[in-house]
């Protein structure tokens, strides 16, 4: 059996900033309340009009990953991509992504599964590669959520939290089993789905129903908060202490954990319940928001980038979000 490793890494995020003030601007909210309750302080907006996507975004930051890898297009076998906000309806992003790269006729897969979707996606392609099917995947988390979340402050309980960005790594096949992925633990309780969710539209509730029903607002974000808040830090605590006991290791251990920054307070939590130091753990919600599927990757990446994530590091990924869905990786790094 092989063992997967991430051999390149890349993120982007859109140029433009919105700050807390300036979302006061548009609705009944102010910088405290939002730094108090979520730690975020800034997040990127795509500017409206720019053509800019998420699977134009998943592309910048792949083309990274793939270049910082140092392997070529043309050596990658398979896309995973994860995203909330894909371009279409159908298709899915993964094989815009193939188009834009020219990648011959290589197999994409979309994941859905919102804040854990790279989790699932990384756990996916570490699939393919330990039982030799594949060889390099690319491995991409997307979001462009301001193109449809509700400024008004009827929705600002949501609104403020997310942001748009992407990010990429390579996974590449090794024969060196103390590194890489050590293991990826995937989790759902669907009795939850309708406590973060768009609801529509789908096929069930279709673009004329929304029509004729102003009072539907059923295509923007729901979020139950305090709720989903309560979960996730148990999920977390729970698939984090999973992955830990199947590798055999010790919370002393971690050098790493960086978690989905759905919000710094649950992050603090997590740290605290597990006794980390802040050198332990990455957080970069404060200037990026909440991007979903793509947070984790950019937290990677800027972690490496950062020279906080070192050859021969614990490094554990944990994410829980809309589905509910939460997972965690153990990579040897
Ligand atoms: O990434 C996927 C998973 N998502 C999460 O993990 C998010 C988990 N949940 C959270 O992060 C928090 O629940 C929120 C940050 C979303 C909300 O924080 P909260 O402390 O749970 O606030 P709340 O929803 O209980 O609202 C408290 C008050 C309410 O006013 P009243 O009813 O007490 O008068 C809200 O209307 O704060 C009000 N409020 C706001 N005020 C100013 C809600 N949003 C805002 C806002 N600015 N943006």
Request: hydrophobic fraction near 40%; charged fraction near 20%.
């Amino acid at each position: 059996m092989y063992t997967s490793r991430i051999t390149g890494l890349g993120h982007f995020v859109p140029e433009n900033i919105v700050t807390n003030d300036d979302l006061s601007k548009l609705m009944d909210t102010d910088d405290a309340w939002i730094q108090e309750r979520t730690g975020i302080k800034e997040r990127r907006w795509i500017e409206k009009g720019s053509g800019e996507t998420s699977s134009s975004m998943g592309v910048k930051a792949a083309r990274i990953a793939i270049k910082n890898s140092g392997l070529s297009k043309d050596d990658i076998d398979f896309i995973v991509f994860a995203t909330l906000s894909p371009d279409m309806y159908f298709p899915g992003c993964g094989v815009q992504i193939q188009d834009v790269l020219d990648m011959g006729t290589i197999g994409a897969l979309d994941v859905r599964n919102q804040c854990s979707g790279f989790i699932y996606a990384l756990s996916v392609a570490d699939q393919f590669i330990k039982t030799g099917m594949y060889k390099n995947i690319l491995v991409i988390g997307a979001e462009f959520h301001s193109g449809a979340l509700d400024v008004t402050t009827r929705g600002r309980g949501v609104s403020v939290i997310f942001g748009d960005g992407a990010g990429a790594a390579v996974l590449s096949r090794s024969e060196d089993n103390a590194r890489g992925i050590l293991s990826t633990h995937l989790h759902s309780e669907g009795k939850h789905a309708k406590e973060l969710v768009v609801e529509s539209p789908s096929i069930a509730h279709w673009v004329p129903q929304l029509k004729s029903n102003p009072d539907d607002l059923s295509y923007f974000p729901y979020m139950n908060g305090t709720f989903v808040f309560k979960n996730a830090v148990v999920r977390f605590s729970e698939v984090i202490m999973e992955g830990l006991q199947a590798n055999k290791l010790g919370v002393e251990e971690i050098d790493m954990f960086i978690p989905h920054q759905a919000n710094l307070r649950i992050s603090q939590f997590v740290q605290k319940k597990f006794g980390l130091r802040d050198d332990q753990v990455f957080n970069n919600i404060q200037k990026y928001g909440n991007t979903t599927a793509a947070s984790i990757i950019i937290a990677l990446t800027e972690a490496v980038e950062e020279g906080k994530v070192k050859e021969g590091d614990l490094v554990v990924l944990a994410a829980f979000g809309s589905g509910f869905t939460w997972g965690s990786a153990v990579i040897r790094w």
